[in-house]
């Protein structure tokens, strides 16, 4: 599940690199992709497990993933057909994702390998 966790940090960076250096539109949309597929695949992946939490907790942490799944999906407003990408708009975002995920895997997915 670790090594998952990084993989979709090292995607988040990916993405981030790709705004400073070009923000060609393809690609930022195609990683967009990649970051949204991925991360649909591991908390499906993260869920198999949720038998070991209590039912609230378990309730709490599908909504956490919903969430975010949803403001990744958000993304694509910023990456609109025929207008230049807002930039800084953007890394913002990201940065909140990068922030938020990093709080769920230490305050949520912590407690799912503890149980382990
Ligand atoms: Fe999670
Ligand atoms: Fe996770």
Redo the contacts with the bound molecule.
């Keep these: 599940?670790d090594e998952?966790?990084q993989q979709l940090f090292e995607q988040l960076n990916r993405l981030w690199a790709l705004l400073i250096e070009n923000h060609n539109r393809n690609e930022v949309i195609a990683l967009v992709e990649a970051l949204q597929d991925q991360t649909r695949a591991?908390?499906q992946h993260?869920e198999q497990s949720f038998h070991l939490l209590e039912e609230k907790e378990a309730m709490l942490h599908r909504l956490h993933h919903k969430h975010l799944l949803e403001t990744i999906q958000g993304l694509y407003q910023f990456i609109p057909p025929n207008e230049p990408i807002p930039v800084h708009c953007t890394m913002d975002r990201l940065q909140e994702i990068a922030e938020w995920y990093q709080s769920?895997?230490l305050h949520?997915?912590s407690k799912l390998l503890i149980r382990r």
């Design positions: 599940m998952q966790h591991h908390f993260e769920h895997v949520g997915d």
